[in-house]
Structures are given as structure tokens and as C-alpha cells.
């Protein structure tokens, strides 16, 4: 069975930081592109970062460049958000997906193939 699992979400001051990590397994992680995305209450869910296969490639959402980083470690079959100077809005549930196929997923949460339960990640300001 497919599983990823997040974890390292809770409760955070305007300002703080804050680090996701999503375990995968069944899956040969190094296939991978990865990503995350969160939603929030009265929002659809939106596309936050990407990261490719072998980790040299990485793409950003608008609204959180410069404050978070999406890394892997392969040897671990896990992948990490780093999110710093977190905001208000920055409360939502993430998601980490994974996408497996061969063609470009771009941002679109309907192009991965795996998803994760989610994390709650709460600021409050």
C-alpha cells in the first residue's frame, strides 16, 4: 500500500517557524516528484511547492517565496517544508503529494497521484 504521512504541524506565533516532514512508503521514493499544497477554511486547496526527483529542481508558490523550502532526503524516503516568518494566513491544513508518472505535473493537485492525511498548521497573530 501507497502511504504518505505528514507530521510537525501545531500551533505557532506570526513570525515563527516551523518544520513538515512527510514519510513515504510502497513507493520507490527516488521515482518521485514531490510536493505540497494546503487548504484553508473557505479556500480551495492551493499548490505550495514542489521538489523533483533527485532534489535540484524546485518550484515555489508566489505567496510563500523566500519563507519556505521544500527539501528531501532520499535516503530517508522523506521530504520536508521548512516554513519560516509564518503569517495568519499561513493557517491551513498541508498536504504532501507525490506524483509518479513521467509526464510534468505542474500545479495542478489533480495531475499527483498520492496523497497524505494532512497536518493542521495553526498562526496565530
Known amino acids: 500500500q501507497v502511504q504518505l504521512v505528514e507530521s510537525g504541524g501545531g500551533l505557532a506565533q506570526t513570525g515563527d517557524s516551523l518544520r513538515l516532514s512527510c514519510a513515504a512508503s510502497g513507493l520507490t521514493f527516488t521515482n518521485l516528484i514531490m510536493a505540497w499544497f494546503r487548504r484553508s477554511p473557505g479556500k480551495e486547496r492551493e499548490f505550495v511547492a514542489r521538489?523533483?526527483?533527485?532534489?535540484?529542481?524546485?518550484n515555489y508558490a508566489e505567496f510563500v517565496k523566500g519563507r519556505f523550502t521544500i527539501s528531501r532526503d532520499n535516503a530517508k524516503n522523506t521530504v520536508y517544508l521548512q516554513m519560516s516568518s509564518l503569517k495568519a494566513g499561513d493557517t491551513a491544513v498541508y498536504y504532501c503529494?507525490?506524483?509518479?508518472?513521467?509526464?510534468?505535473?505542474?500545479?495542478?493537485?489533480?495531475?499527483?497521484?498520492?496523497w497524505g492525511q494532512g497536518t493542521q498548521v495553526t498562526v496565530s497573530s
Open positions: 503529494a507525490a506524483h509518479s508518472r513521467s509526464n510534468y505535473p505542474g500545479r495542478e493537485s489533480a495531475n499527483y497521484d498520492y
Open positions: 521538489i523533483n526527483q533527485s532534489g535540484s529542481l524546485t
